[in-house]
């Protein structure tokens, strides 16, 4: 167990207490995760937001949800990665060890890890909906700042959640009981999507028009936008949410390796991204590091990824390193995990953007798009050709854009490279989702389960 482990799973300990747990199922624990045992009950909303002391202090809790060890500051990130061709096992852990051979079984403890801590970022949201129309004590002006950041959050939740999954509960109320918990139920995915983008509809409406990076803002509320229009497939949706993020002057960086500093600085490129610090860590270049630089090697680049990128690429000698025989992932620096961590940067709506327009056959702007990111990153240019040829570039560059950000496997499960990728391996074409957690499902029957577990 790590000092960081060990420090996030401390911090999260004030998290617990505010009542922003969602209780979907008792609490089990894997050789990645701290012996601590949460309350199955939260504290009631109504004596956890009070006055502006308190209502800061939950709209902070939403965003402590999101840093958790099993959220963005490491599993779900990971996970993103080694379910897909990017990355491989290189450690002891079981339960990674099983995303990494597309054989994951229902009593997995980190992708339920994973889901509950998911759906305690959506109730932290919820807990701080449920109290603004009686926060008198708050100004207008704030007060509507903190529905919009809560209705962005909680629409990242449930789109991060149904990426894996596919059909989820959709939770819009505040959950403060095991009992509570249990009747929850499975939406299908039409259902996520519409309260996800209503959400992102509220979110907009309210939110402030300021340029934040480490908290959610108009930026991150349209960038999001354009990421789900994205995953529908609504193409003309998609690109019109990117090019509203366009307008608002966010550019590409000139060197990759800016984005990436120790300590997280601010860049042009950052929409939304989660501090991190050396009293509240991440374990994301731990696992990558080698035990030489001082971590513990748990999953590695692929020899595939390697290969992916052309000789002269900078991402490639910033994400992929060499240290003795061992070939880790250096796009994250920080062993002790003060990085920031981007939830979403311009890059990525710039390729959105490109898909979009390809999608649409118009392939000379896709390929303006796409050629943005491959100069900053010294390649040279693509050219138009066949529609699927420049949809293929897109792809391709969305994978060595952003590797080890964790949007490999979903990419690759919504653009069907999943499916040959499990037959070649021999794992089950199932596999494409992950299994709803049965120790959920056991307290909640209408948590269906996925085909082939």
Same mark, same amino acid.
């Given at each position: 167990?790590?000092?960081?482990?060990?420090?996030?799973?401390?911090?999260?300990?004030?998290?617990?207490?505010?009542?922003?747990?969602?209780?979907? %199922?008792?609490?089990?624990?894997? =050789?990645?995760?701290?012996? $601590?045992t @949460?309350? &199955?009950? #939260?504290?009631? !909303?109504?004596?956890?937001?009070?006055?502006?002391?308190?209502?800061?202090?939950?709209?902070?809790?939403?965003?402590?949800?999101?840093?958790?060890?099993?959220?963005?500051?490491?599993?779900?990130?990971?996970?993103?990665?080694?379910?897909?061709?990017?990355?491989?096992?290189?450690?002891?852990?079981?339960?990674?060890?099983?995303?990494?051979?597309?054989?994951?079984?229902?009593?997995?403890?980190?992708?339920?890890?994973?889901?509950?801590?998911?759906?305690?970022?959506i109730?932290?949201?919820?807990?701080?909906?449920?109290?603004?129309?009686?926060?008198?004590?708050l100004?207008?002006?704030?007060?509507?700042?903190?529905?919009?950041?809560?209705?962005?959050?909680?629409?990242?939740?449930?789109?991060? %959640?149904?990426?894996?999954?596919? =059909?989820?509960p959709?939770? $819009?109320? @505040?959950? &403060?009981? #095991?009992?509570e !918990?249990?009747?929850?139920?499975?939406?299908?995915?039409?259902?996520?999507?519409?309260?996800?983008?209503?959400?992102?509809?509220?979110?907009e409406?309210?939110?402030?028009?300021?340029?934040?990076?480490?908290?959610?803002?108009?930026?991150?509320?349209?960038?999001?936008?354009?990421?789900?229009?994205?995953?529908?497939?609504?193409?003309?949706?998609?690109?019109?949410?990117?090019?509203?993020?366009?307008?608002?002057?966010?550019?590409?960086?000139?060197?990759?390796?800016?984005?990436?500093?120790?300590?997280?600085?601010?860049?042009?490129?950052?929409?939304?991204?989660?501090?991190?610090?050396?009293t509240?860590?991440?374990?994301?270049?731990?696992?990558?590091?080698?035990?030489?630089?001082?971590?513990?090697?748990?999953?590695?680049?692929?020899?595939?990824?390697?290969?992916?990128?052309?000789? &002269?690429?900078?991402?490639? !000698?910033?994400?992929?390193q060499?240290?003795?025989?061992?070939?880790?992932?250096?796009?994250?620096?920080?062993?002790?995990?003060?990085?920031?961590?981007?939830?979403?940067?311009?890059?990525?709506?710039?390729?959105?953007?490109?898909?979009?327009?390809?999608?649409l056959?118009?392939?000379?702007?896709?390929?303006v798009?796409?050629?943005?990111?491959r100069?900053?990153?010294?390649?040279?240019?693509?050219?138009?050709?066949t529609?699927?040829?420049?949809i293929?570039?897109?792809?391709?560059?969305?994978?060595?854009?952003?590797?080890?950000?964790?949007?490999?496997?979903?990419?690759?499960?919504?653009?069907?490279?999943?499916?040959?990728?499990?037959?070649?391996?021999?794992?089950?074409?199932?596999?494409?989702?992950?299994?709803?957690?049965?120790?959920?499902?056991?307290?909640?029957?209408?948590? &269906?389960?996925?085909?082939?577990?």
């Open positions: 167990m790590t000092r960081a482990i060990q420090t996030n799973a401390i911090m999260r300990i004030r998290q617990w207490a505010s009542g922003a747990l969602l209780a979907l %199922a008792a609490v089990g624990c894997s =050789a990645d995760d701290i012996l $601590t @949460p309350p &199955t009950t #939260a504290v009631a !909303a109504t004596t956890a937001i009070t006055d502006p002391v308190s209502a800061a202090a939950a709209v902070a809790g939403m965003y402590d949800a999101l840093g958790s060890g099993r959220y963005y500051g490491t599993d779900f990130v990971i996970f993103g990665d080694l379910s897909s061709d990017n990355t491989s096992h290189s450690g002891t852990f079981s339960t990674y060890r099983n995303a990494d051979q597309n054989a994951l079984l229902a009593d997995n403890t980190t992708t339920a890890g994973i889901w509950r801590q998911i759906y305690t970022g109730n932290t949201a919820n807990n701080v909906l449920a109290r603004m129309p009686d926060a008198t004590y100004t207008t002006a704030l007060r509507d700042q903190y529905k919009g950041e809560a209705y962005f959050l909680r629409a990242l939740g449930h789109h991060n %959640a149904t990426k894996l999954w596919g =059909a989820v959709v939770v $819009t109320q @505040p959950t &403060t009981s #095991a009992e !918990a249990g009747q929850v139920a499975r939406a299908d995915t039409a259902t996520v999507y519409r309260q996800i983008l209503a959400d992102l509809d509220s979110a409406k309210y939110i402030g028009s300021g340029k934040r990076t480490t908290t959610a803002s108009l930026g991150a509320v349209r960038a999001l936008r354009a990421r789900v229009k994205l995953y529908r497939a609504d193409w003309a949706g998609a690109l019109a949410a990117a090019q509203s993020v366009d307008a608002m002057g966010y550019t590409l960086v000139p060197t990759y390796s800016d984005l990436f500093s120790l300590t997280g600085s601010a860049t042009a490129e950052d929409i939304f991204r989660l501090r991190f610090s050396d509240d860590q991440n374990s994301e270049s731990y696992y990558y590091f080698p035990k030489t630089l001082g971590g513990r090697y748990e999953v590695a680049p692929t020899t595939d990824l390697r290969s992916a990128y052309a000789a &002269t690429d900078t991402r490639l !000698a910033w994400n992929i060499t240290s003795g025989t061992r070939v880790y992932g250096a796009k994250f620096r920080s062993v002790s995990g003060t990085e920031h961590m981007h939830v979403i940067r311009y890059a990525e709506v710039v390729l959105i953007e490109a898909e979009a327009l390809a999608r056959n118009r392939l000379a702007e896709a390929v798009q796409l050629n943005k990111v100069t900053r990153a010294g390649v040279a240019p693509v050219a138009a050709t529609q699927q040829a420049v293929d570039a897109i792809i391709l560059e969305r994978r060595l854009e952003l590797a080890f950000e964790g949007d490999r496997w979903p990419d690759m499960v919504r653009t069907g490279l999943a499916t040959s990728f499990l037959a070649a391996k021999g794992a089950k074409t199932t596999q494409a989702l992950y299994p709803v957690p049965q120790r959920d499902r056991d307290v909640a029957p209408g948590l &269906t389960q996925n085909a082939g577990y």
